[in-house]
């Protein structure tokens, strides 16, 4: 009885952290209009392939299977990827367990130490912190590639302690690992930077791993699964690679780089801390710190020095990236942060542990304060406690339905946007093809034109893209505006201006090189 009642008070914590991390994914889940990336990652659903211009294949099937069985609404598109997000809590929390159990004769306990220390920061903070939640509502590459990144970690906890007498017996762990990393190498590409952040590890730390036959059985079978990947980047003139790799020294749609190295890497930061909200950038910081000290003084922490290094290179593989790129998106933090926080869990440091829990209690608190601030402005009751991406989801959603319906009743020809994310959104809800210059679109292929309808978002100067219209058609009509509200009454926060253009004067080809998002970006003032 009394093992089952400790057992209990033991998982209590995890109940109640999945039960309101669940809570703030679900409710209200289909209130907004899809934004541009899950719309776009929506088409991928519709036209499965074994990977496509940005990204492997992974989120196109998780689309494919969350439609299939919940369907086509927003609710449908969204649940799967909800429920993984709060999964995320789980797989999170079973890895804090594995990093505050003890086991090597070296590293046992002193005489009256506690066994056991504060857990669950790193947890808590993904079931209700603004970023997880946000990636979690709305579907973006990163939940699925965190979900299989933590599963990975965590079966590579566990093999990596079975010890090197033990090293030969059990495939468990081994499948476990081999299996999860075949599937995150199809979600995206920075799960690349994680395997080698695995590989280091194993080099400084634990090379003995090397010498064993099933790690190696697991490792191969892992690499094979980026052979979709590979194997379609071969067939399209490795586009996808070539993409990724222009995609660290240029800028994103919508973003722009700074002139300087050290003003791009201070907006970057400030950009990200908006974002993420500064309760979990202070978390995050505090529990890289730890690591941090940890790996310097070889603080006594649940599997030595060990865990903090490991930690440490696979969270820093998810940040410098992100930080150092000029595209600087602060969604791909969210696979990085995880990890220092985990410093919480697994280091530990007698002088600072009595002040570290009410401290890190207080922190928490106003994480899940702007996590659930966040969930009340998406739905339009603006709040002092919310991520600055609020502001940039409405105004990439409101007025999007009305969009589509104005330019359906003129029953163009052709639609034409100039954003990937908009051609997604307007395909979704004009339930038709709109196309753009974007890779994807260009390999799925155009119909032949003639006439085209053009839209564009404020990002480019309608002036610009008047005066290229102007050269390329016979005829232009436009520039277009929605009124200044919205049918529910909501004030367009986006500028969405659309032209009605007839009589091709230019090649097809022309035509879309001339409009790609990149080339008019270079020629606004």
Known sequence: MIPRMCSKQRLLPLVLTLWAGLALRLLGLSRLPLVPD????????RRLDWSYFDHPSGTALLLRLSTALGGQSEFGIRWLNALLGT?????????????????RPDLSLAKGEPRTVMRGA??????GGAPYVVVSRFVYTDVLFLFLMLVNAWSFIRLSRMGDERADRGWAPYVAWGVSMALLLNTKYTALLYVGALGAWMLLRRHTLLR????????????????????????HGWASFRWQLAHLVSASPGGAASGTLLGMWTGNVQHAVGYLTWPVAL????????????????ARTSYGAEDALLLGLAGLTQLLPAFLSPASSPRNLTGGIVFLVMGFDSVRFPQIQRARVPVLGSILALVALYGVGTVVALGGTATPFQSS????????VVGVEDLAATLTASNPAQVFAIDYGLAGQLSYYMNRTVHTSWGQYQLWGY???????????SYLPPALIQAQLRQAFAVVDGPHHLPNQSSQGHRYLAEVAWWRATGLLWTQRRFLDAFDYFTLAEQAP
Not at 389 to 396: M, P, S, Y
Not at 447 to 457: E, K, M, R, Y
Request: some cysteine; proline content about 2%.
């Open 122 to 127: 790193a947890a808590f903070m993904v079931a």
């Open 212 to 235: 064993t036959r099933r790690f190696w059985v697991a490792a191969l079978g892992g690499a094979a699964g980026f052979t979709p990947v590979a194997g379609w980047n071969a067939v």
């Open 283 to 298: 978390v995050t910081l505090a529990g890289g710190l730890l690591l941090l000290f940890a790996c310097a003084r070889r």
């Open 447 to 457: 119909p032949a034109f003639q006439d085209v309808t053009v839209v564009s978002l």
């Open 389 to 396: 991406v609020v502001r940039d989801i409405h105004r990439d």
């Open 38 to 45: 899950e719309a776009y990652y929506w088409l991928w659903s």
């Open 87 to 103: 999964a995320c809590v789980a797989v999170v929390w079973a890895i804090s367990d594995l990093l505050v159990i003890r086991r």
